[in-house]
């Protein structure tokens, strides 16, 4: 039975619920580009790298012909719309339980670390005031593999100092999961138990999390 002395939290959809602004961003390039662009595709985005969903949402407007020069332009003005939108952010958009279960782990001396794909997250933070709630930053600008490759999970433990069997993972995707899985942490999925189903627990939120219920992970 291994200690658990630290938690990683994955950020969109655990943390904070930045879909919407990325799906503004995604849906006025593919306009530009002569394309719609659903919600739906838009949750089939979740975790996954800017250019990697750039190259999917392009295959499904049926656009092929760009460059990698391109790709790289058309990535970076989505991101710039998205950055003006959460610039805009406040702390009223923190999902709910999730500054009071931080500052729970703090108080109790368990670690914090983000383990996010995005490479904005720590504006996020700053915007939403949870800065000071997190021990390491582990996003988009310190790694280059996304999930499920564990990368993201195994740098945060390293920045620990901690052996990864030490941590739990807070995940709402599915290849979340699988990358806390292939570290060999515990996870805890944060959404849908017949979605997560591979996570060690699954609960709807934050709110629903508790150091007990931490505890019995071990």
């Given at each position: 039975?291994?200690?658990?002395?630290a938690?990683?939290?994955d950020?969109?959809?655990?943390i904070?619920?930045?879909a919407?602004?990325?799906?503004?961003?995604w849906k006025?390039?593919?306009?530009?580009l002569?394309?719609?662009?659903?919600?739906e595709?838009?949750?089939?985005?979740?975790?996954?790298?800017r250019?990697?969903?750039?190259?999917?949402?392009?295959?499904?407007g049926?656009?092929?012909?760009?460059?990698?020069?391109?790709?790289?332009?058309?990535?970076?003005?989505?991101?710039?719309?998205?950055?003006?939108?959460?610039?805009?952010?406040?702390?009223?958009?923190?999902?709910?339980?999730?500054?009071?279960?931080?500052?729970?782990?703090?108080?109790?001396?368990?670690?914090t670390?983000?383990?996010?794909?995005?490479?904005?997250?720590?504006?996020?933070?700053?915007?939403?005031?949870?800065?000071?709630?997190?021990?390491?930053?582990?996003d988009g600008?310190?790694?280059?593999?996304?999930?499920?490759?564990?990368?993201?999970?195994?740098?945060?433990?390293?920045l620990?100092?901690?052996?990864?069997e030490?941590?739990?993972?807070?995940?709402?995707?599915?290849?979340?999961?699988?990358?806390?899985?292939?570290?060999?942490?515990?996870?805890?999925?944060?959404?849908?138990?017949?979605?997560?189903?591979?996570?060690?627990?699954?609960?709807?939120?934050?709110?629903?999390?508790?150091?007990?219920?931490?505890?019995?992970?071990?």
């Open positions: 039975m291994s200690e658990i002395k938690c990683i939290f950020l969109d959809g655990v904070v619920d930045t919407i602004y990325h799906y503004k961003a006025r390039l593919a306009n530009e002569g394309f719609d662009f659903s919600e595709e838009n949750e089939k985005l979740k975790g996954v790298s250019i990697k969903s750039l190259e999917l949402m392009l295959s499904w049926g656009v092929i012909d760009k460059t990698g020069v391109e790709k790289e332009q058309l990535a970076s003005r989505k991101n710039s719309w998205y950055v003006e939108m959460i610039n805009q952010m406040k702390p009223e958009e923190i999902l709910p339980g999730a500054q009071k279960f931080l500052e729970e782990l703090r108080k109790r001396d368990i670690k670390a983000l383990g996010s794909a995005s490479k904005n997250a720590k504006v996020i933070l700053e915007k939403t005031g949870l800065l000071h709630l997190f021990d390491v930053l582990v600008n310190v790694v280059s593999a996304s999930k499920p490759d564990p990368e993201v999970f195994l740098k945060g433990a390293e620990l100092h901690l052996k990864p030490n941590c739990v993972v807070f995940e709402d995707a599915v290849s979340g999961v699988e990358a806390a899985k292939a570290a060999g942490m515990k996870v805890v999925g944060i959404g849908s138990l017949a979605v997560l189903k591979n996570a060690n627990l699954v609960i709807p939120g934050l709110h629903e999390m508790s150091l007990q219920k931490l505890k019995e992970l071990q």
